[in-house]
């Protein structure tokens, strides 16, 4: 199992903040992590722009989106997009992509959100075809209509992975995909719900196995403050739960709100109920660092030693 680590949701201006997000990148890669996941959220950053200065400053980690709104560009736009940040990065790109949510496509952009897996359906055809390149990506399905010339190609494999929570996503996923991003699924929801769906979707489409990358929020702490832990990732993780999308995924396991998905204690805890996720079937775990503490200087040392106890983690699980 991969292990990598979730970079860019902390607040900050922008200048400081890429400071910071550069620093964390070459921290995690000098920690021998497989992996990061950047986030695209909606008042942040650019994903893609992001990793191909991170890419810069890097030689050997995987740098994944987690994930690209797709309503918000065409998907030529996007593979192009995707093509430039890839090859900045050496061709370590992992591109993360989904249709996102009500809530941010309809309520802060004012565009369409009907029946957001035809939609992803019919952009992974035309994204597909492009990333396919160089040639023509020729395409006429229900939403688009494409004939787009492109004289560059991916330098290397560009795995695509979908943001798939429920059985229709889980199928398109596994057609046309790589693999899936997930975010609010527990052990239960990945063995149980993700994985036979996506897995038996890849077979039957002659596609290799797909990697399942689980988000999760992780807190070393002492037993006695496993508690608290819990409690901060619902005070500021929760605002996902809203989604419908979200809500049905928890539906499929045993958690009822992100803080039961936190993993928190100390570095054997945490070890084995990663190795559970593993068992479960989730072949990646893009790590949320979630730091407690009461001041500033008590949320950096908690986010300094849970992300040390990580890369020592990651080592172990690999």
């Given amino acids: 199992m991969r292990i990598g680590v979730m970079i860019g949701p902390e607040k900050g201006d ?3 903040k890429l400071t910071r997000m550069l620093a964390d990148i070459e921290w995690a890669e000098s920690a021998g992590l497989d992996t990061a996941w950047i986030p695209q959220l909606p008042g942040d950053f650019d994903a893609l722009i992001t990793i191909a200065l991170m890419g810069m400053k890097t030689a ?7 994930v690209v709104p797709l309503q918000a560009q065409h998907p030529i736009a996007l593979a ?3 093509v430039s940040a890839h090859t900045a990065a ?7 992509v989904g249709p996102s949510h009500h809530w941010i496509v309809a309520d802060m952009l004012g565009l369409p959100y009907e029946k957001p897996a035809a939609y992803t359906r019919d952009y992974l055809e035309v994204l597909n075809a492009a990333l396919a390149a160089p040639g023509t990506a020729d395409v006429e399905n229900t939403t688009f209509t494409v004939h787009n010339p492109l004289d560059l190609g991916p330098v290397s494999p560009l795995p695509v992975l979908v943001a798939a929570l429920g059985p229709v996503m889980l199928r398109i996923a596994g057609e046309q995909a790589d693999g899936t991003v997930l975010w609010m699924a527990d052990e239960r929801a990945i063995g149980d719900h993700v994985v036979p769906k996506i897995t038996k979707a890849a077979a039957e489409a002659g596609r290799p196995a797909p990697r399942v990358v689980a988000g999760l929020p992780v807190c070393l702490c002492r ?6 832990a819990k409690t901060r990732a619902n005070l500021i993780l929760s605002e996902a739960e809203i989604s419908p999308n979200y809500q049905r995924l928890l539906d499929q396991g045993d958690a009822q709100n992100i803080g039961d998905l936190c993993i928190a204690g100390d570095e054997a805890a ?3 109920e990663l190795r559970r996720y593993a068992e479960a079937g989730a072949t990646d775990i893009s790590v949320r660092l979630l730091p407690i503490g009461d001041s500033l200087d008590e949320l950096r040392e908690s986010k ?4 040390e106890m990580i890369a020592n983690v990651a080592a172990e699980l690999r």
Avoid: N
Wanted: glycine share 12%; net charge positive; charged share 30%.
């Fill in 14 to 16: 922008a200048t400081r």
């Fill in 60 to 66: 050997r980690i995987e740098l994944g989106t987690a």
């Fill in 80 to 82: 192009r997009q995707a």
């Fill in 90 to 96: 050496g061709g370590r790109l992992a591109l993360g």
């Fill in 223 to 228: 037993p006695s403050e496993v508690e608290a």
């Fill in 270 to 272: 945490i070890t084995a």
């Fill in 304 to 307: 300094r030693r849970t992300r």
